[in-house]
């Protein structure tokens, strides 16, 4: 049996070991259109913020090491063009020029998200830069060390505008960011988002809502981002508004979409043809607390997805819950965490949700060094089930997110979680951790 | 209707202020025999390594806080000698050496757990200290502002020992533990307790299994601890071998006793007297693992349970899961967290565990600042459930317990454990959250 796998970044490449470990004998040929594969994506703004470190230690393994240590026919510089679903084959163009098509048995789409770039003048200058593939990060990379940059504009507030604030900062460029929609972080309860606009105010970090930009172009010195009522001079402008599926090349097949334009799976990375698996960030998954499709790209599912998909094709069932949308950045001090849905998330998959948002200390009464922390729950007025939590503080926020989707996964109710067993010592929590006091005041709404 | 509290530390005071809320008409007397009432006992070694610091900062809120601002009948100095249950009375003197007696409708014993001291020669000498009330506290504060204390010996290494081991050493005293099993801390496995070891070697504090003391002396310029084979000269020695549940008083009334002499409660907080309950580190606890009861004293539950005594009493039912085991604690650098069972405890409520520790990293690939972590999991064979795990770190390692505690409320496999939507952000964790890779590694035992 033959498996293809378009993709070797995370999905493709859990997906290609793991399926090469199930069945030893089974013939992979993994086609990745770039010469990067298996990367920390993720690390990279942490990377450009230090100009000593090589782009090229977020490698977790080369192509090289995958060919010759685990024996996969990893085909670098092969871009795939088409898929004929009917005729089990896919062919495209590699890096010298010529074509190449395959049949297969199974095929697996993990070809991941794209930046979103809009078709805006000057939007495609070679100062204006997105941050997705490690290519962008080298190119980023080598921009500021080639050219004279002292100012930035970051197009986008998500959690990359925002690391890429930070990473900036630190290299002692000026950043502006600006965004459209007049809310700064849309998805947060407004207190906390506040807090990490004060965090971005105290670090010298211009927020502009509301700025919608029209053109870039080009001038003396650099570049000018212009907005109706602003204009904003840079060196270096990073568009970061978000990502789409890369999924064009399947509408010629005629797969079911899902959210955004992502490849719809099942809970075994099925897709509408029995042929044809997606794992990674092209594809849709199920959200446990609504059991809705959802498109949240993210890393651990895009590893988790491929190795399942692996399994699925090679006769080990693996069947995945889904996501509980669980993610946290960090911006300058602050730990931002979420898990679950948000007020208006709720709403709209068809809850009655109530909040409650509580300030605690990160550590015991009294103990040095105490930290506020902002915990917002939320909960399903009619079943007092827990539908979401967010969780902002200096200290702890992170990992305590975890508790929260472990939860949503169990399908906890709002009593169950206030009954938890958590951990407390002085110098790391109060005796009633932050969880457990916003659980029992929502209670509260709800009896 | 009265209801009689003895003990207003966390579970009474918990009780007491819950219970009024509740029931303003409620007649509450709550006697406790010294004259401290709710304070954060767990922050005394913390507050003992800063001289400048006054141990009263400990105090959450004071007797006289209770009383006016919340119109609480509490007598402090009133130690309670008699339970006379069949007269619904109890009787006791008060520090001026009157006898005192009330009649009750309710009784909640709260009355906490002592420290252990056995009965060996000088082992009641003044320089000889335990760490449990705040009194306690003063006294060693006292001792070492007044006395010239440049040795300490600590008997025992659980929690109390380990972090009164790091609390002198700040103050720049010369530390010696002993203890007379030779495993270091015996419920850990065995890895991570050597690096515990290891962390308290490299901050040069004596540790020293195997040695049972016989008694204490005193010599010139201070105490002579005495083992067998070995002696040290110090000028303090602390104790801190366990507690036990305070339920002596218990014992004339003929109420059922759980593990360790603790006072036996159902999920009400009720006794087998219908009359008395009982909260707090005096009493016994459901283990959510194993259904069966345990004696696990720590502040959460305390706090926990005296609330729910006060809501059963005044007649909102309140039912209580149980305890994880939930416990963390900081040695120096390292953190260390467990919840549920180790592999004796398992095998003694009659699973078939198996067991995986796996070493992984806090950060992502090439993050800088990137520290080991030690996390174990242990489930069972038979059913595949998650039955406990322990992790250690310098990071990241406390709160993620917390993720492992939920599973065991909700009675996770490891397969669905494996599944959970953890966080990931370069800064804070792998891809692959460690509780993520050592579930997998585990599974592999089992399937």
Known sequence: MRLVIIGADA??????????????????????????????????????????????????????????????????????????????????????????????????????????????????????????????????????????????????????????AESLKSRGIEVSMVKPRLRFIPWMNETMSAHIRKELDSHDVGVHTGVEVERIEEVEGGLRVIAKDAEFDAQIVILAIGVRPASNLVKEVGLELGPSQSISVDRKMRTSDPHIYAAGDCADAYHVVTGQKVWIPLALRANRSG??????????????????????????????????????????AGFEPVERMIRASTRAHAHPGSAPMWAQMVADRKTGSLLGAQILSTEGAVH???????????????????????????????????????????MKKIS
């Open 11 to 164: 999905a493709g490449m859990s997906a290609a070991s793991r399926a090469k470990r199930n069945d030893p004998e089974l013939d992979i040929r993994i086609l990745e259109k770039t010469e990067d594969v298996s990367y920390s994506a993720c690390g990279m703004p942490y990377n450009i913020a230090d100009p000593d470190r090589l782009i090229e230690d977020l490698v977790v393994r080369h192509a090289k090491v995958f060919k010759e240590s685990q024996g996969l026919d990893l085909r670098t510089g092969h871009r795939v063009d088409i898929i004929d679903s009917s005729g089990k084959k896919i062919s495209g163009i590699d890096r010298r020029g010529n074509t190449f098509s395959f049949n297969y048995d199974k095929l697996l789409i993990a070809t991941g998200a794209v930046p979103i770039r809009p078709p805006l003048p000057g939007f495609d200058l070679s100062g204006v830069m997105v941050l997705k593939s490690l290519d962008d990060g080298r190119r980023i990379k080598e921009y500021l060390k080639t050219q004279s940059v002292t100012k930035a504009v970051i197009i986008g507030m998500g959690y990359i505008a925002l690391e890429m």
């Open 400 to 442: 305590r997110i975890n508790a929260v989707a472990t939860a949503l996964h169990a399908k906890m109710t709002l009593t169950q979680f206030a009954q938890l067993d958590f951990a407390y010592a002085p110098p790391f929590s109060p005796v009633w951790d932050p969880l457990l006091v916003a659980a029992h005041q929502l």
């Open 307 to 348: 190795w399942s998909a692996a399994d699925n094709i090679t006769g080990r069932e693996s069947i995945l819950d889904g996501v509980a949308g669980t993610a946290v950045f960090k911006v300058f001090d602050l730990q931002v965490a979420r898990t679950g849905l948000n007020v208006e998330e709720a709403k709209e």
